[in-house]
């Protein structure tokens, strides 16, 4: 099993930026598609951005793509998402999630292509 803790999130005004971590323990992370997801209150959960094991590719949600960035780094067991230009539509508790691959990996856009997952972090951007 793998265990995930985000942390990164806060207030900031429209437009600003917030760097998102999700660091993970339990099993070496490079064995895992990770991802990041987000719910706001009354709505879905809904897929922010994926990265694979190696980092070589990557995919985004569209409401986010072109202002998120989400990067890896499996020697600090640890992924990242850099949010800019935020809107107060991005409000949401942000939350990782991981799977293992154990044969051809897929860059799975929905929550139930994930086993594990953080407690979640909240992000709120105002006007």
């Known amino acids: 099993q793998v265990q995930l803790v985000e942390s990164g999130g806060g207030l900031v005004q429209a437009g600003g930026s917030l760097r998102l971590s999700c660091a993970a323990s339990g099993r070496t992370l490079s064995s895992y598609t990770m991802a990041w997801f987000r719910q706001a209150p009354g709505k879905e959960r809904e897929f922010v951005a994926v990265?694979?094991?190696?980092?070589?590719?990557?995919y985004y949600g569209r409401s986010v793509k072109g202002r998120f960035t989400i990067s890896r780094d499996n020697a600090k067991s640890t992924v990242y998402v850099e949010a800019n230009s935020l809107k107060p539509e991005d409000t949401a508790v942000y939350y990782c999630?991981?799977?293992?691959?154990?044969?051809?990996?897929?860059?799975?856009?929905?929550?139930?292509?994930?086993?594990?997952w953080g407690q979640g972090t909240q992000v709120t951007v105002s006007s």
């Open positions: 990265i694979s094991r190696s980092g070589g590719s990557t």
């Open positions: 999630a991981a799977v293992q691959v154990l044969q051809r990996e897929v860059l799975a856009t929905t929550a139930q292509g994930y086993d594990y």
